[in-house]
């Protein structure tokens, strides 16, 4: 038998942790943005973690010029004020949401304490809104970072909210979903409690 007092909570739970892994996706892939492909044919890409950029070699014989694009590794330069400011709105939001999941799997196996009682999904719906907000409010401020030397060098010519020779890629339409679902299901957590709260009174008088 579940621990949980009703199905809607098992819900909540799942799509809890689904939502978290989504977002845990979308910050470690480098496909926010997608660019135009190389003189090998590749793709260029970009996201926060790894250092992506596109190199121009010129022919001195011919003049042609040659666009190759690498990955090399974690990004270590952090220089752009607003790439921090990004970075450490989604990872708080990633984060905080992490550490909610993981409290809300020890909920499941203690339901009979009291540290555990019926305000638990109030609490979580804030907890997780909060998280939600914090998330979309990096995605919002994501545009600001398009005239960044690391977004020109694969998108050309973009700029703030032109996006020059780049689309959006699956990470940030990951991101905007996740973020979304989340708030709205941090509401859909917060009225457990008052239909378990209903429950448990009606159960008391009989």
């Not at 579940?2 to 199905?7: A, D, G, I, R, V």
């Not at 926060?48 to 590794?73: H, I, M």
């Not at 995605?139 to 959006?168: A, E, K, R, Y």
Request: with cysteine; proline share 2%; charged share 15%.
């Amino acid at each position: 038998m579940l621990p949980y007092k009703t199905w809607r909570s098992v819900i909540w739970f799942v799509l809890t942790w689904l939502i978290t892994i989504g977002l845990i996706v979308s910050v470690v892939t480098s496909y926010w943005l997608e660019g135009p492909k190389d003189s090998n044919g590749d793709v260029s890409h970009m996201g926060f973690l790894q250092d992506c950029r596109v190199t121009e070699t010129t022919d001195e014989d011919s003049g042609d010029v040659t666009r190759t694009f690498a990955c090399n590794g974690i990004r270590t330069n952090f220089d752009s004020i607003m790439l921090l400011v990004v970075i450490s709105f989604l990872g708080v939001g990633v984060l905080s949401l992490l550490v909610l999941t993981v409290l809300s799997l020890v909920y499941c196996f203690c339901d009979q304490l009291t540290a555990c009682g019926r305000s638990f999904h109030t609490l979580a719906g804030i907890w997780q809104a909060t998280s939600c907000v914090l998330t979309m409010l990096g995605v919002f401020l994501f545009p600001l970072l398009w005239s960044d030397d690391m977004i020109t060098n694969i998108c050309v010519d973009s700029n703030m909210f032109v996006l020059g020779q780049c689309s959006p890629g699956y990470s940030l339409y990951i991101a905007i979903a996740c973020s979304i679902a989340g708030y709205f299901l941090a509401g859909f957590s917060t009225s457990l409690d008052t239909k378990t709260f209903r429950v448990t009174e009606f159960d008391s008088m009989e």
